[in-house]
């Protein structure tokens, strides 16, 4: 197949598995094909679900990509123009680049995370992905250290074309977008697993707690699990799964009961809280990033057996995610995102309330 037609093939599946929320979430993930040199990668900010509409992958030089990976220089700054705008190669150019094979699928796959952040989760997989070339890459960031990793951990086994990135996500890799997609739905057939029933919330409960502050009740029913599951509901409130979690949603989650009085339950200030077999109360009407990040959250834990051990990220991983970068890459989804779906994005008052980094 010759190089502009795998490009159409790419951007024909990256609009495919954008569309599916339980592979990607908002934008999220991220895909590229290496060819004649040029390493088309997604943009940062971009939606893998939007590739079919606007365009999505940038080239940058695949040669030079790695030179800088090499001298330690991230290359996810590497801008080109587009439709008379830059934009710049995504968070995980260094990955995709590191990686020997030419079609790279990166995504946020909720069956794979549910795995990906349990202590036994290598042991559980090797069952499930028994005679997949596959490998397991504790946590790192995303960026040089994960490029890094990785590809070394290709390098002590060049067959390897899955990879499950702890507390984080999946990554699969083929010779052509069929054989990477083909793969790709291999390891999802393989670690499906069904989430526990969806609770009904107690809308009575949370309606009358949101009447006395700013608080909303979001109007679907499966996100209310989060707090309405107890097994969900105690993993959340552990900690930090995973890098969107921190950074679309906040580091730290309350939980209040349905009898907790207004004045603890405070002024809407906080993006969501958790009220107690019982559902969840969002702090503003959510943009499209937080509503999809919090949908795969939920997806997430539901996911996840009550006995699992849940390894959660460090304190000090969840302050290196809060950095300036990230600020910058999260208003970069946002502003992607508001534009394309049904909920607006915060409004600036808002906006300032959300606490990040605290
Ligand atoms: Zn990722």
Same mark, same amino acid.
């Given at each position: ?5 795998? =490009? ?16 990607? %979430? ?35 030089? =695949?040669?030079?990509? /790695?030179?800088?990976?090499? !001298? ?10 587009? *439709?008379?705008?830059? =934009? ?22 909720? #069956? ?7 202590? &036994? *989760? ?12 596959? %490998? ?20 002590? #086994?060049?067959?390897?074309?899955? /990879? ?8 699969? !890799?083929?010779?052509? !977008? ?34 006395? *502050? ?10 209310? +699990? ?14 930090? /799964?995973?890098? !969107? %979690?921190?950074?679309? =949603? ?6 209040? +009961? ?5 004045? $603890? /339950?405070? *002024? ?33 834990? %539901? ?16 302050? &290196? ?12 989804? $946002? ?24």
């Amino acid at each position: 197949m010759n190089a502009a037609t795998e =490009l159409d093939s790419l951007v024909d599946l990256s609009a495919r598995i954008g569309a599916e929320p339980l592979l990607v %979430q908002a934008g999220t993930g991220n895909t590229s094909l290496k060819s004649d040199g040029v390493l088309w990668i997604k943009a940062s900010g971009k939606w893998l679900a939007h590739a079919a509409s606007e365009e999505i992958l940038i080239p940058v030089n =695949l040669g030079e990509t /790695l030179r800088r990976v090499h !001298c330690d220089a991230d290359p996810a700054g590497q801008t080109a123009m587009i *439709g008379g705008r830059a =934009l710049a190669a995504s968070v995980e150019t260094a990955m995709h680049a590191v990686l020997p094979h030419r079609v790279v699928l990166h995504v946020h796959s909720v #069956n794979t995370i549910a795995f990906a952040v349990r202590v &036994d *989760g290598p042991d559980c997989l090797k069952d499930r992905l028994e005679g997949l070339p596959w %490998q397991w890459i504790p946590y790192t960031p995303s960026g040089l250290p994960l490029a890094h990793l990785i590809e070394a951990a290709v390098a002590r #086994n060049p067959e390897t074309a899955v /990879l499950v990135l702890a507390n984080h996500g999946l990554v699969v !890799c083929g010779d052509s !977008c069929a054989e990477a997609e083909a793969l790709l739905r291999e390891v999802e057939r393989r670690v499906a697993v069904a989430p526990r029933p969806f609770l009904e919330p107690a809308w009575d409960a949370l309606h009358h707690m949101a009447a006395y *502050g700013k608080w909303r009740v979001p109007t679907a029913a499966s996100l209310h +699990s989060i707090g309405a599951d107890p097994v969900s509901r105690r993993i959340v409130a552990g900690g930090v /799964l995973y890098p !969107c %979690q921190a950074i679309f =949603l906040a580091p730290k989650v309350r939980v209040h +009961s349905t009898t907790t009085p207004d004045s $603890e /339950l405070g *002024g809407a200030d906080a993006p969501y809280v958790l009220i107690k077999d019982a559902g969840i109360l969002l702090g503003h009407k959510p943009n499209p990033t937080e509503l999809a990040t919090l949908n795969g959250l939920v997806q997430v834990l %539901q996911r996840i057996p009550a006995g699992a051990t849940v390894h959660y990220l460090s304190e000090g991983d969840v302050r &290196d995610l809060l950095c300036a970068d990230v600020y910058h890459y999260r208003e970069l989804v $946002e502003d992607n995102g508001a534009g394309h779906m049904a909920f607006p994005s915060r409004s600036m008052p808002d906006s300032a309330n959300m606490p990040m980094g605290s």
